[in-house]
């Protein structure tokens, strides 16, 4: 397991809040930190795999008005293989394989209702080992893995506390 401090606890949070923002911008709102140890914990982290820097699209603003999660169940011995071909598709936003009812957990984007169908139906139905897929439409997404952040316990210098305050824009 990376092991984080409060410091590189601040940093990533301030990276949360804008992803462009300047080891200069981050040092400043910190403050008592150079912008030179910044951008080495912020290198270190990215190397130890710790955070990603990346770009996350939104899918409305590309037209895409419908998320979708589809559950499907899979012959024994065909999951992975099932799950890798369903990673395939430019619509499939996460995939993964999972424990108990359905062995596969699809999210699909789509610009509406009958795009959703004919996926489920025409391309995740057919495929080799799936048995059956129950698809729910996603009206509204609160949180998505890019807004979760990390818990201030993992912290190696406090198991309770939470880390200090950023400095705000006035």
Not at 48 to 53: D, L, V
Not at 119 to 146: C, E, M, N, W
């Amino acid at each position: 397991m990376s092991k984080i401090d409060k410091i590189d606890l601040q940093i990533v949070n301030l990276l949360m809040e804008d992803g462009r923002m300047t080891a200069a911008e981050i040092a400043r709102r910190m403050g008592g930190i150079s912008q030179r140890v910044v951008r080495y914990r912020i290198e270190r982290m990215i190397k130890e795999g710790m955070i990603s820097i990346c770009a996350v699209p939104h899918p409305h603003a590309f037209g895409f008005e419908v998320i979708a999660d589809v559950f499907v169940e899979v012959e024994p011995g065909m999951i992975r293989e099932v799950a890798e071909a369903l990673a395939k598709h430019e619509c499939v936003s996460y995939v993964a394989c999972s424990i108990g009812e359905r062995d596969v957990s699809v999210q699909v984007v789509a610009r509406d209702n009958a795009e959703v169908y004919d996926f489920a139906t025409q391309v995740i139905g057919r495929l080799p080992g799936v048995r059956k897929t129950t698809t729910s439409i996603v009206p509204v997404k609160l949180k998505d893995v890019y807004q979760w952040r990390i818990p201030a316990g993992v912290c190696e210098n406090s198991k309770s506390e939470p880390a200090p305050p950023v400095q705000t824009e006035p």
